[in-house]
């Protein structure tokens, strides 16, 4: 199955009450590319990943490599081989980076989680190894963001789960942030980004799905989104 998705999303649909906050989202995470999800403030994105992740209750078919995920707990999703950061980073700030990347480990307790040359290859792909031994107190924002995606890592997902990883970074960190995705990309991880920052999404990403009310809006290359009116009409909010 050479040619399977990563991860396959059908007809996902999450209600908060009245509100229909995803309403039959469907598309799949190519294996290994870097997939963008977009959209103005309050269109889906955050619960799509809840409901990805089994956080949100949600009907519809979440599949990972072959395996369907729907119903099952957050716990079952993380040993399927799924990982995930969130817009608010916690990190531990008296200890150090290593020590806090640590920390990702005991999400596979006994399954193969990742020994200390594979940590040291995560620090390098993310550019994180001179920092190994600060504090985490110590780091720049971009800095504290891939501390928490090397966290998620460690948990050797097979899809990675972003949301907003530039929230709070100045444009040269956004584009340092962006060379590690890459390079993070080439090592084989599928990547879901949830992102804000626009000239990150178009200069990473190789397909993109935009949410708009909960509905999936457009999907296409970055080329192809740039290009489309009704999202940039949805942007402006003049539709
Ligand atoms: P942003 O870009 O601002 O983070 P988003 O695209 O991630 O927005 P969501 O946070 O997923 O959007 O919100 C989608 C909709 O669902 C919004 O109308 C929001 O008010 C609603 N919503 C989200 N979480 C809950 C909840 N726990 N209970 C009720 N409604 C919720």
Request: with cysteine; proline share 3%; aromatic share 4%.
């Amino acid at each position: 199955d050479g040619g399977a998705p990563a991860m396959s999303l059908s007809e996902v649909t999450v209600r908060y009450g009245g509100v229909v906050a995803v309403d039959g989202v469907g598309f799949d995470l190519p294996r290994g590319a870097i997939v963008g999800l977009i959209g103005p403030n309050g269109a889906g994105k955050t619960t799509l990943m809840d409901a990805i992740s089994g956080f949100a209750p949600s009907t519809g078919t979440v599949g990972l490599a072959g395996t369907t995920l729907t119903g099952t707990k957050t716990y079952r999703r993380v040993r399927a081989g799924l990982g995930r950061t969130f817009q608010a980073i916690e990190l531990y700030e008296d200890l150090s980076v290593a020590e806090n990347v640590s920390v990702g480990l005991s999400a596979r307790a006994g399954e193969g989680h990742v020994g200390e040359s594979e940590l040291d290859e995560i620090f390098d792909t993310l550019g994180l190894a001179e920092v190994k031994y600060s504090a985490a107190s110590q780091l720049s924002q971009g800095q504290r963001q891939l501390v928490s995606i090397a966290r998620a890592l460690a948990g050797k997902p097979k899809v990675l789960l972003l949301d907003e990883p530039a929230g709070g970074l100045d444009t040269s960190e956004s584009l340092w942030l962006g060379e590690r995705l890459k390079a993070l990309r080439s090592t084989g991880v599928t990547i879901l980004l949830v992102e804000h920052d626009m000239g990150l999404v178009m200069s990473i990403c190789d397909q993109i799905h935009v949410l708009d009310f909960g509905k999936l809006l457009a999907s296409g290359t970055p080329e192809e989104i740039l290009s489309n009116t009704a999202v940039m009409q949805a942007y402006l909010g003049t539709s």
